[in-house]
């Protein structure tokens, strides 16, 4: 049991480490907070005053701020419905006996651990490229011409990419998730009469809606903030523009850092009101 005293040492213990954690986050948070009321021009005077809410009011109006909001959100529900339906079918494939089982597994997960910047080039040269990649030889191979995926289909060419690369993460929690279902639930269904299909939404997706709702939490919050395979892809062209693109663009754009940050605590605003949506999905889950 716990004492006074070693309850006390294990908070002076934490201290260094919790201070450090919330020094992390809360000073960056406090200088965005405090640029997003100023007009801050590095390469321009550097910092001219403060202005109020005149950022909020010019990134909010901006004709490109709703484009980048809905942009945003049609990137992430695609790539959540992707990823989802592939990570269940593929967690119940890989949970199958087969040989070389944990090679495949492996294999299967690998792309999680590929960096993003990698990712997208590697599918914007090597798959995408309308002249000489892999999509543009199988097309040309059965009679159709080369698609030029970038431009052509932007916004499904990168919900590709993306979902390639989060469905290993899907995978994995769902696999672990139907690796818990008792093999004597499914047994006794399958004796009763019951079908595949019946076993599959009466049994295992009830038991994998917890792990589902993890991954959606988890991919959401990351997903809000996707940058670098629209940087290496697109470069916010074609309908592509983000609102985590739109606001580096801004600062890009007009050197003005106080924009920017304005744009970036509208960004924590959406991230945090779809966290506490999903955080209530999450809670009724787990009860």
Do not use: C
């Not at 995408?128 to 030029?148: C, I, K, Q, Y």
């Amino acid at each position: 049991m716990a004492t006074k005293a070693s309850r006390s040492a294990a908070r002076v213990m934490m201290a260094p480490a919790v201070v450090l954690l919330l020094g992390w986050m809360l000073v960056p948070l406090i200088m965005t907070l405090w640029f997003s009321f100023r007009t801050y021009l590095p390469l321009r005077g550097g910092d001219q005053g403060w202005t109020g809410f005149d950022n909020y009011v010019r990134f909010v109006t901006s004709s490109s701020f709703w484009p980048a909001i809905s942009t945003t959100l049609i990137l992430l529900i695609g790539v959540l419905a992707i990823t989802i339906i592939l990570g269940v079918l593929l967690a119940i494939l890989l949970d199958q006996p087969m040989w070389g089982q944990g090679v495949v597994r492996i294999l299967v997960i690998a792309p999680f651990f590929v960096m993003p910047t990698v990712s997208a080039l590697v599918w914007k040269n090597i798959f995408m490229d309308p002249t000489n990649g892999l999509l543009a030889h199988l097309w040309r191979f059965f009679g159709a011409e080369s698609v030029s995926w970038l431009s052509d289909v932007p916004m499904l060419s990168l919900i590709m990419i993306v979902s390639w690369q989060w469905l290993p993460f899907a995978t994995l929690i769902l696999l672990t998730a139907i690796q818990s279902l008792d093999g004597e639930q499914m047994e006794a269904a399958e004796m009763d009469g019951a079908s595949v299909l019946s076993r599959f939404f009466y049994i295992a997706l009830p038991h994998l809606s917890r792990a589902i709702t993890i991954v959606i939490l988890i991919q959401t919050i990351f997903l809000l903030a996707i940058f670098a395979e629209i940087f290496v892809t697109t470069g916010g062209a074609f309908g592509t523009r983000t609102l985590s693109y739109l606001i580096f663009q801004r600062v890009l754009e007009s050197q003005n850092v106080g924009l920017g940050s304005a744009g970036g605590v509208y960004a924590i605003i959406l991230a945090n009101i779809v966290a506490i949506f999903l955080m209530r999905i999450v809670g009724k889950n787990l009860d």
